[in-house]
Structures are given as structure tokens and as C-alpha cells.
Nanobody, 120 residues
Framework: QVHLVESGGGLVQPGGSLRLSCAASRNIFSINAMGWYRQAPGKQREMVATITSGDQTNYADSVKGRFTIFRDNAKNAVYLQMNSLKPEDTAVYYC??????????????WGQGTQVTVSS
């Protein structure tokens, strides 16, 4: 019943910028954490950036200093600002919400994915 809708992907030249967005289809009152992950063909899905309910952030070494994750709790949304993009950033990007249902149970919800291509 909870769907995450992503947008913002596209084709950009090296050194360019994109902002990805991800919003839930309905209000959620217990989001523990949000994150962005990416997957290129033939590769494992990898963590790009995460943010907790306390606004603690974590980034993959490959994107530190270039990407910024932030959230808007009122809109049930998470964003990824990507600057100084490199061809190595080319992948399908997925957002994830970790939703708490009880003190002992939570569930992961994933967006549909959005393609980011960095090329001249």
C-alpha cells in the first residue's frame, strides 16, 4: 500500500548536476531511515547515501564531497543532490524507506528506479 515514486534521472555531461527525488504515495508516521542505492548492469546494488530519522548521514566513499542526501519529513520525501558527476556514476538509482511498524518489526520499501547516465 506504500509506493515510492522516483524522478529526476536523465542524461548529463561529466561535471554536471542532477537532483533525484523520491516521495511516498501516502503519509508515513514512522520512517526510521531513508537511502539511495544504485546498480549498474552486471554489478551488485550498492549504497550511495543514507539518512536516519535523526538526520545522521552516511555516504559511499566514491561520492563523498559530491553528493548530498536530504529529507523533507512533511512531504515524506528524500532527495539526492548530485554534483560533479562522473561517468562512473552511471546506474539505475533506487530510493529506500525503512518503515517501523512496531518495536520489533520494520520493512524496507523501494522506489521503481530512475536511470542516471553521465556521458559526453
Amino acid at each position: 500500500q506504500v509506493h515510492l515514486v522516483e524522478s529526476g534521472g536523465g542524461l548529463v555531461q561529466p561535471g554536471g548536476s542532477l537532483r533525484l527525488s523520491c516521495a511516498a504515495s501516502r503519509n508515513i508516521f514512522s520512517i526510521n531511515a531513508m537511502g539511495w542505492y544504485r546498480q549498474a548492469p552486471g554489478k551488485q546494488r550498492e549504497m550511495v547515501a543514507t539518512i536516519t530519522s535523526g538526520d545522521q548521514t552516511n555516504y559511499a566513499d566514491s561520492v563523498k564531497g559530491r553528493f548530498t542526501i536530504f529529507r523533507d519529513n512533511a512531504k515524506n520525501a528524500v532527495y539526492l543532490q548530485m554534483n560533479s558527476l562522473k561517468p562512473e556514476d552511471t546506474a539505475v538509482y533506487y530510493c529506500k524507506f525503512v518503515i517501523l511498524y512496531s518495536a520489533y518489526e520494520n520493512h524496507d520499501y523501494w522506489g521503481q528506479g530512475t536511470q542516471v547516465t553521465v556521458s559526453s
